[in-house]
């Protein structure tokens, strides 16, 4: 028989008597005594609260999640262990709902569960503002609607309105700054209309470089309240190709009626920046003759003989109406062509008067 280890025994008497005095949540005295052991003091709980062991590794104390059987509450930050390297839930177990009243910062991407089939906010939930340096839609179409059953639709290389002829670029107080565009093209039975505000006007970006229409796709009718101005020569008429001094065009013209003094301009033109050849000419009709005469003259500056003014008409008792002169003239650069009246008379007549360039 062997010998008795006495110590030994009372080992495994204290191991045996460890005792759970009590073990209760809420605002109870949780207690746990080991008999013949050093004493661990649990310490007063609180309500719901789930325990944790502080820092001393002594004591259990509240943590910062309690539990009240419908949600687990945090009153601290929750924190992964690892940078990057945890999730949320999973492919099979996914949360319902997260709501947030803060900023959701992502260092990553926000992706869809499956491609095309969910929605950013709802119909009666929208984002109130979405700040972002890229919108693009990968397949399919862009659709940008504002409400309405009219809206805008982009594809891969179209921007349209869903219905024809109902939304506009623009308003007449909100208007975009420029517009830069290869083509301008409007539908079939459609105007185009060109509104430019008073004392505005139309060009070109560039001088004498752009032209309006071409040769296979020509315009077929311009009206002009105004003049033609022209630094160079037309080359086509009627389809008749000219030679010379190329097509006539009327820069100047007026006419005048029940007149009973002279006129110092009927009609008047300044020459451009080149010499010009004109025809001039005019016509005085008389309504009532009582003495005198009346004389229609152009006055201008020739090419080299300097002022010039001849009389293309005249109004006399003793001469009958006969139409007017037409005379050829060689008007120098940047001076002035202009119809008169002039004389001594005591009548009541009517005048026409044109300037006709051809060079």
């Given at each position: 028989m062997g010998r008795f280890d006495g110590s030994k025994f009372a080992e495994n008497k204290r191991r045996r008597e460890f005792l759970l005095i009590g073990l209760a949540g809420g605002a109870g005295l949780i207690a746990l005594a080991a008999l013949g052991t050093t004493k661990k003091e649990i310490g007063n709980g609180t309500l719901n609260k789930i325990p944790k062991w502080t820092p001393n590794a002594q004591t259990l104390g509240n943590s910062a999640f309690s539990d009240d059987g419908v949600s687990i509450i945090s009153s601290e930050s929750i924190v992964p262990s690892v940078n990057g390297g945890l999730a949320i839930g999973n492919q099979t177990m996914k949360w319902g709902t997260i709501w947030l009243n803060g900023v959701l910062n992502i260092g990553g991407d926000i992706s869809p569960a499956t491609n095309t089939s969910q929605n950013c906010g709802t119909a009666t939930n929208n984002w109130a503002t979405v700040f972002t340096q890229n919108l693009r839609a990968s397949a399919g179409t862009f659709n940008?609607?504002?409400?309405?059953?009219?809206?805008?639709?982009?594809?891969?290389?179209?921007?349209?309105?869903?219905t024809d002829l109902q939304l506009s670029i623009g308003t007449a107080t909100h208007r975009f700054a420029n517009v830069f565009t290869p083509r301008i093209q409007v539908g079939a039975s459609k105007d185009l209309e060109l509104t430019v505000p008073s004392g505005n006007i139309v060009f070109p970006t560039n001088d004498t470089v752009n032209d309006f229409g071409n040769?296979?796709?020509?315009?077929?009718?311009?009206?002009?309240?105004?003049?033609?101005?022209?630094?160079?020569?037309?080359?086509?008429?009627?389809?008749?190709?000219?030679?010379?001094?190329?097509?006539?065009?009327?820069?100047?013209?007026?006419?005048?009626?029940?007149?009973?003094?002279?006129?110092?301009?009927?009609?008047?033109?300044?020459?451009g920046a080149s010499n010009g050849v004109f025809k001039v000419g005019g016509d005085i009709d008389v309504t009532a003759f009582t003495s005198g005469a009346?004389?229609?003259?152009?006055?201008?500056?020739?090419?080299?003989?300097?002022?010039?003014?001849?009389?293309?008409?005249?109004?006399?008792?003793?001469?009958?109406?006969?139409?007017?002169?037409?005379?050829?003239?060689?008007?120098?650069?940047?001076?002035?062509?202009?119809?008169?009246?002039?004389?001594?008379?005591?009548?009541?007549?009517?005048?026409?008067?044109?300037?006709?360039?051809?060079?």
């Amino acid at each position: 028989m062997g010998r008795f280890d006495g110590s030994k025994f009372a080992e495994n008497k204290r191991r045996r008597e460890f005792l759970l005095i009590g073990l209760a949540g809420g605002a109870g005295l949780i207690a746990l005594a080991a008999l013949g052991t050093t004493k661990k003091e649990i310490g007063n709980g609180t309500l719901n609260k789930i325990p944790k062991w502080t820092p001393n590794a002594q004591t259990l104390g509240n943590s910062a999640f309690s539990d009240d059987g419908v949600s687990i509450i945090s009153s601290e930050s929750i924190v992964p262990s690892v940078n990057g390297g945890l999730a949320i839930g999973n492919q099979t177990m996914k949360w319902g709902t997260i709501w947030l009243n803060g900023v959701l910062n992502i260092g990553g991407d926000i992706s869809p569960a499956t491609n095309t089939s969910q929605n950013c906010g709802t119909a009666t939930n929208n984002w109130a503002t979405v700040f972002t340096q890229n919108l693009r839609a990968s397949a399919g179409t862009f659709n940008f609607n504002i409400g309405g059953t009219n809206y805008l639709q982009l594809d891969s290389s179209q921007l349209y309105s869903t219905t024809d002829l109902q939304l506009s670029i623009g308003t007449a107080t909100h208007r975009f700054a420029n517009v830069f565009t290869p083509r301008i093209q409007v539908g079939a039975s459609k105007d185009l209309e060109l509104t430019v505000p008073s004392g505005n006007i139309v060009f070109p970006t560039n001088d004498t470089v752009n032209d309006f229409g071409n040769s296979t796709h020509r315009f077929r009718d311009l009206y002009l309240n105004r003049n033609l101005i022209m630094d160079n020569i037309i080359s086509k008429y009627n389809g008749i190709t000219t030679a010379g001094f190329g097509v006539p065009i009327i820069v100047a013209e007026g006419d005048s009626i029940g007149n009973t003094g002279t006129i110092t301009s009927v009609c008047a033109y300044t020459v451009g920046a080149s010499n010009g050849v004109f025809k001039v000419g005019g016509d005085i009709d008389v309504t009532a003759f009582t003495s005198g005469a009346i004389n229609l003259q152009v006055t201008y500056t020739d090419w080299n003989s300097g002022a010039q003014t001849i009389t293309i008409d005249i109004s006399a008792l003793a001469v009958a109406d006969t139409p007017g002169n037409e005379v050829t003239i060689m008007a120098k650069a940047s001076t002035s062509i202009t119809i008169k009246t002039t004389g001594t008379f005591t009548a009541t007549y009517n005048v026409a008067a044109t300037i006709v360039q051809y060079k």
